[in-house]
């Protein structure tokens, strides 16, 4: 049973454009939720990330929607470039869990045309 | 920046072989984590650990053991590998358990059970 959702698993977008990913989870106790970004050959690193407090979490040009009451978020990624190109993770944890068990979503793969 | 080494990079091994998996970080960090990565599941915790010696089951344990020698030092252990097990392993390490805190993860070990 996947906890956390992501869709779609792939989005190819134009240069400029906006891509739009979208992500649900299943747990009300999750409060945490960061985005990884993974790109081929590499480790994922974490991009942003937010509080289940806020709706809305900007930094550059990358900004997270959250919606507590339907459990779903999405990542927005602006202006796109041909080196957003990579894989992003949804992930969710409960911040007085221990060990910081994320647990990561199925990913979405994002090319993005010049 | 955390500095997280995997190593091999990739390993071939038949049905039945032992394989152990070594990650390294060198950032005194008290948590690591073992993840594998597939298409179609994303990420997923296989073991972690909050010190030397100690060993925490993730999320799919089975088939999997794993040491915490050192707080450096965090190795993966097939002893009886399967095809199923051919995957990519990805070591993560974080400051502290819980809260809001940022896995730094490895750049993976590509890893072929013919």
């Known amino acids: ?114 | 920046e955390a500095a997280v080494t995997q190593s091999p990079r990739n390993k071939v091994t038949v049905t039945g072989g032992n394989v152990t998996l070594s990650c390294r970080q060198t950032n005194s960090h008290n948590y690591m984590y073992w993840y594998r990565q597939d298409t179609g599941h994303g990420l997923r915790l296989i073991h972690y650990s909050y010190g030397a010696g100690n060993l925490q089951i993730g999320d799919v344990p089975d088939g999997y053991k794993a040491t915490r020698t050192t707080q450096e030092d965090f190795f993966l252990l097939l002893e009886l590998a399967s095809p199923s097990q051919t995957s990519l392993y990805f070591c993560a390490s974080s400051d502290v358990g819980g809260g809001q805190n940022t896995l730094y993860f490895g750049a993976g070990t590509r890893l072929s059970v013919l």
């Not at chain 1, 134009?14 to 747990?27: Q, R």
């Not at chain 1, 993974?38 to 979490?57: M, R, Y």
């Open chain 1, 1 to 114: 049973q996947q906890q956390v959702r992501q869709s779609p698993q792939s989005l190819t977008v134009w240069e400029g454009e906006t891509a739009i990913l979208n992500c649900s989870y299943e747990n009300s106790a999750f409060d945490y939720f960061p985005w990884y970004q993974q790109f081929p050959g590499e480790g994922p690193a974490l991009l942003i990330s937010i509080l289940s407090v806020s709706d809305k979490k900007e930094d550059g040009r990358f900004t997270i929607f959250f919606n507590k009451r339907e459990k779903k978020l999405s990542l927005h990624i602006a202006d796109s470039q041909p080196g957003d190109s990579a894989t992003y993770f949804c992930a969710a944890s409960m911040t007085n869990s221990a060990g910081n068990k994320l647990t990561f979503g199925i990913g979405t793969r994002v090319l993005v045309r010049p």
